[in-house]
């Protein structure tokens, strides 16, 4: 067991042991090393669907799967993460989820009042919530994280969907 700490993989071990390496230890859905079944990488080491994340939550997740499959209670598959990020320093509040950038097959709700320092940007793909940007105004994040982890259809809220949860009751 080799266990490090930090956001930004140090991948020279396992170059040097000749794993393969892109952005991180690339894994499978079972999170064993594609080059060495017996080897398996979990955390901000591990670069799964060619994403590596740095941030703590997707590890518990990745953590159920391995314990699973390695007591042998069922191969349990990782399906990737959604992340929520919050940023609160002196003056800025801000938090990001999902695909909070969009493309030509996204709808995205942009609100701003500059007078008050607020943005809110949304981003719709099939009638669901696949990312959120807020500036300023951040209370509303974990609902919006909430919508976009369930997946649920906001077609019903939609016209309020900007205005948070109070609203969409």
Same mark, same amino acid.
């Given at each position: 067991?080799?266990?490090?700490?930090?956001?930004?993989?140090?991948?020279?071990?396992?170059?040097?042991?000749?794993?393969?390496?892109?952005?991180? %230890?690339?894994?499978?859905?079972?999170?064993?090393?594609?080059?060495?079944?017996? %080897?398996?990488?979990?955390?901000?080491?591990?670069?799964?669907?060619?994403?590596?994340? =740095?941030?703590?939550?997707?590890?518990?997740?990745?953590?159920?799967?391995?314990?699973?499959?390695?007591?042998?209670?069922?191969?349990?598959?990782?399906?990737?993460?959604?992340?929520?990020?919050?940023?609160?320093?002196?003056?800025?509040?801000? !938090?990001?989820?999902?695909?909070?950038?969009?493309?030509?097959?996204?709808?995205?709700?942009?609100?701003?009042?500059?007078?008050? =320092?607020?943005?809110?940007?949304?981003?719709?793909?099939?009638?669901?919530?696949?990312?959120?940007?807020?500036? =300023?105004?951040?209370?509303?994040?974990?609902?919006? !994280?909430?919508?976009?982890?369930? =997946?649920?259809?906001?077609?019903?809220?939609?016209?309020?969907?900007?205005?948070?949860?109070?609203?969409?009751?």
């Amino acid at each position: 067991v080799v266990m490090t700490v930090g956001v930004r993989p140090n991948t020279a071990l396992a170059e040097k042991m000749r794993l393969h390496v892109n952005r991180g %230890i690339v894994v499978s859905d079972t999170l064993q090393t594609i080059t060495d079944a017996r %080897i398996y990488a979990v955390g901000e080491c591990a670069a799964h669907r060619g994403v590596a994340y =740095g941030l703590v939550a997707p590890l518990f997740e990745q953590g159920k799967v391995l314990a699973n499959h390695l007591a042998e209670m069922g191969i349990d598959r990782y399906q990737g993460s959604q992340t929520s990020t919050k940023l609160k320093v002196t003056g800025i509040d801000l !938090f990001s989820a999902g695909d909070f950038q969009g493309d030509e097959h996204t709808e995205e709700i942009v609100m701003s009042d500059p007078m008050t =320092g607020m943005y809110k940007k949304l981003v719709i793909k099939d009638n669901k919530l696949v990312g959120a940007c807020l500036y =300023g105004d951040t209370v509303d994040g974990s609902w919006y !994280f909430e919508l976009l982890r369930e =997946g649920r259809a906001v077609e019903e809220i939609r016209d309020q969907l900007m205005f948070g949860p109070s609203s969409a009751d």
